[in-house]
């Protein structure tokens, strides 16, 4: 059974920062672009970042870049989503995602992904 578990939400203040985790297992994912997305109370899910299997070349929302840092260690079948400079207007329940055969232009479209976790509470606090 394929899961993709995230970890490493929590509550944090304005201008601080946290790692989310997203592990994946009962399947490799070699090949796959990674993502991330996330839904805010009342509002649509919207793309954050992700980063492509080959070349490890990334995409990121126009609101967090220069913030958030995604990562993999392929290895571990996990990614990463470094997230800094936290803002209240972040808040959301993060969710990764797992694309069999990602856009070669933008990973930013949620339709292309196969695989979804659960979701881990990010809340950001003024």
């Known amino acids: 059974q394929v899961q993709l578990v995230e970890s490493g939400g929590g509550l944090v203040q304005a201008g601080g920062s946290l790692r989310l985790s997203c592990a994946a297992s009962?399947?490799?994912?070699?090949?796959?672009?990674r993502g991330w997305f996330r839904q805010a109370p009342g509002k649509e899910r919207e793309f954050v970042s992700a980063?492509?299997?080959?070349?490890?070349?990334?995409d990121y929302a126009d609101s967090v870049k220069g913030r958030f840092l995604i990562s993999r260690d392929d290895g571990k079948n996990t990614v990463y989503l470094q997230m800094n400079s936290l803002r209240p207007e972040d808040t959301a329940v993060y969710y990764c995602?797992?694309?069999?055969?990602?856009?070669?232009?933008?990973?930013?479209?949620?339709?292309?992904?196969?695989?979804w976790g659960q979701g881990t509470q990010v809340t950001v606090s003024s």
């Open positions: 995602a797992a694309a069999r055969f990602p856009s070669q232009y933008w990973l930013g479209r949620s339709a292309q992904y196969d695989y």
């Open positions: 009962g399947r490799t994912f070699s090949g796959y672009a």
């Open positions: 980063i492509r299997w080959s070349g490890g070349s990334t």
